[in-house]
């Protein structure tokens, strides 16, 4: 919905908690975490297992070996033990397909809660081996899948429905391949411990127009304190789109906001305290309406919950800050 | 969000139909027309669906598929679960799951009966050139397993073919480790169709006018034999096989009570008239095995029956080797009362010439029985009997036919009719058949014996003891002095391979047939003995199946952990390579005194060595070279070997010298 323009660079501005976990003592989850966000694929972390075509093929080799027996055909033995040698390279490479990958957390896009978090795992190969057909999954059901080239990395990614705001945590997943044979699958069951920020979902039955969201008494929702223009200055990211210059900008193949003096831009508030809901959740997500409708009217708006508040400002910097503090409340 | 089936697309749909007639292409040679026509059309069908991306018929049209191949398969083998039939049963099943392949489960149970079908060409061939076209297969339908795992698609066919030929080819030491090694128990674990391995060509259990004949024109090879000490004779050379002493007018057979009672065989004391031999017998899918006159010592395992018969409890249906001691000299005294009447037997109501004529000649011969043969024999000497392979047509009364009015005949004829002519001078006489000559293969030593040595002749109660009569040696005596190339048949009938002057050819063939016999005796006959002999000679001495077994865990997991190493073990990249001799570099560079700062990036450092250093015009343009390439490789994002060889090299011969 809303798109960060460098949501990389935003959330390193923010300050996430770490997302506490009690640390497990089991041998499984040494193995597959939780680690932080980096992680490579040794030899420990790898797991393998016939696929059931691969427990269907162990019966054609059974079958073979006792027809091989039963006629004496000696060439029938160098069928069988050919395919059962075979059967055991592609383990070797199934096994091979997966492991010494590096895989590494990245940063995600917060969503709204009701939509889908998505999770992007870097998988970086160290190696001259070309990896195949490499799935993600959790809970069984398949969200990517990707090639990794050698010497290379690749994004894969999983989503997960948010259903609570605050952090999502994405848990473990499960990094798959049956590839080259599909007779054996050679898994990893990692957590990154990655986390996606939900704010809060939009109300949807706010009525943004009629709400009065102002306490300075200087309700103008038409905002005319940008009517005195004063000059040109360079654009910077979070400056309100309506405020560049575009006949400049082309002019000078450079973006340029307009400044205005005069009368201080008009200072919106919201608050806790002012909004009539249900319950505090609700009451969030009248907030958080109120603050997707105020930065689309490019509104100076600033926040006011218990234990915070966020002075007066524009932008998206200052939108994800917002929308931060009430996941977070 | 639910993981929907996998469709498989056109291209995987081609590729296995094509990797089932591959696997099943061995088979066609033998299958019967109708079933070939069926595939053919079945195929061509699925070809038209695939390509134009049709529905598969429905449940209702399967079904009439299926029952129709049904029925053409009962029309043409009379049944259903034999064992050919069995195998066109599987090949057009195979076939036919093409049909309703839904999902890419569906298209793996397809390659597995794939291979399943390609076992059983086993039964058909064993020959060397199969077993590498199985390989060739194998890597087929192991890229398509490739196929159906590469869920983007991502590779084409040729590195696919690539990779599934290494599968194939790091397979094969495990498989040679397990070939010999892993513990054979001796088949059948029970009991095999009645058709099994009816595919042979050679002698059969009966014998009638064109039996023998239709063997001449086969160079297969009936048996090998490596005789210890010296060879007999070419007209002693009688490979006895089995006796038939039952006559209908038309054809011999053995007598069925013959296996059961004890023979009576006197030998003499006189080791020097033994003969030492060890016959590699091809399959045969017959209980009787081949030996010359008597055996005196054999194996265990075979029974020898009064009838002189060396018998085996199940047909041969694989290359058997068998160590045999003979002695020409013995003789058979057993005639037992019940078989003297047996052999005394003659349809009746037939041939009434023959027998007059029979009892005319053993009135003239005084009624003296070695007087009377030798009339006979000489009867076909004078009388103008012609030794051919193209003999006339006979009519029912068989023997009145071919005595009075063709006399044209081949070895089946001339000793069923001697047969014939001493029972109804009331003589015990039988007709023995066997392979009579055999070649030496000049390179290895040992005598091939073939299909075209196939011979009949008559074995006659005489002096108390049964002696061998051959007639045919009447009519042609090179035939049994020399062979059958020079008993004056029609060349055109013979193999191609022994009419042949060439003696490139013969030597080809000869070099081939050994080679034939080496894989023989060690892959196709390689049975628990074969094992226990070449673990001794490989200096195992304990080959019991628990020590085998410890054996084969040892050398697989070596062989295991070779392969392991050989595909796990870790390449350096690229970018490791150029690092690394970049660091060398440095390293040579610092060693003259002109160390890298930390974080001095390549360009700086070049610069600084070009501005600090006073350099030659060669070390100059090497530095300059070196940092370009350097920058280009580690900063640039496609990989030129050329010029990584080039740095290599230039970095390895760097030198700074100082001006």
Redesign the interface.
Known sequence: MFKALSINKLLSTINIPDFKRKPVLNFISKRSGPFDGNVSLTRDRVYIIPT??GL??SL?LL??L?????????????????????G???L??TW?NIA?LQLKRLINTPVFCGEAATFNVQLIN????NR??L?ISQE???HD???CA??SQQLIKFQIYSKKRGLLDAGKFRLYT??????FVAWTWVDLSMSCLVYPAPDKHTDTSVFDISESGDIDLSGKGMENFSHLRKYQQGDNISRISWKTAAKNNELYSKEFVGSKPVNHWINWDDIVARDDEHRLSIMTTLIIQAEKNQQHYGLNIPDKQIQPDSGHKHFHQCLTALALH | ???LPRQPDSNILFSLLAGVHLSAMPLYTGMPVSVIFLLLILSIWQLTIIKNNKKNPGKIVQLLIIATSLAIILYAYGHVFGQSSGIALITLMTILKLFEIKAI?DC??VI?SS??I??SN??VS?SIW??LY??LV?IFL?SI??T?????A??TWKPRLK?SS???G??????LV??VL?P???????G?PDD?FSSHTGLSEEMSPGSINRLISSSAIAFRVRFDGDIPAHKQRYWRGAVLSLYDGKTWRRNDASNKALHNITYSDDKTKSIQYRITLEPTNLNWLLSLEYPLSYDHAYRFSREAMLLTDSKI??VINYSLTSQTTATNEALFIQESHKNRLLPTDLNPQTLNFASTLFNQSDNHHQRYINNVLSYFNSNAFIYTLNPDLLGDNAMDDFLFRSKRGFCEHYASAFVYLMRAAGIPARVVIGYQGGKMNPLDNYMIVRQSDAHAWAEVWLDDHWQRVDPTAAVSPDRVEQGILNAGLEQNKLPLLFTTNNSFIKNAAFLYDSFQNKWNQW?????QKKQNDLLRLLGFENTAPSSLIFLLIIFLTTT?LL??WM??K??????DKVQHYYNLFCHKLAARGMPRRLNEGPKDFENRILGELTLSATNKSAIVFIFRAYRNLHYGNHHDSKLVDQYVKYIKNFKLHSV
């Open positions: 059931k075509i269907i093929f054609l079958t073979l006792i027809g091989s027996i039963n006629y004496e055909k000696s060439l029938g033995f160098v069928l069988t033990f050919l395919l059962a040698s075979a055991n390279i592609a070797l490479s091979r010494g160290h190696q001259l081996l195949y057909s799935v069984g059901i398949e899948i990707v090639d050698a010497n049956e590839f080259p044979t599909g007779l | 969000m639910k993981n489960r793996y149970i597995f291979m399943f390609i076992a086993f039964f064993q199969l077993i199985v390989f194998l192991f397993l490739i159906l795992s590469d869920r983007l991502s590779m990779m290494q599968i194939i790091y397979a094969s030491p495990m498989m397990l070939f892993f054979r128990i001796p088949g059948p674990l029970w095999l099994a249906n694989n892959v196709i006959g390689f049975d295991g392969v392991a595909l796990l870790q390449k350096p990249t690229k970018t």
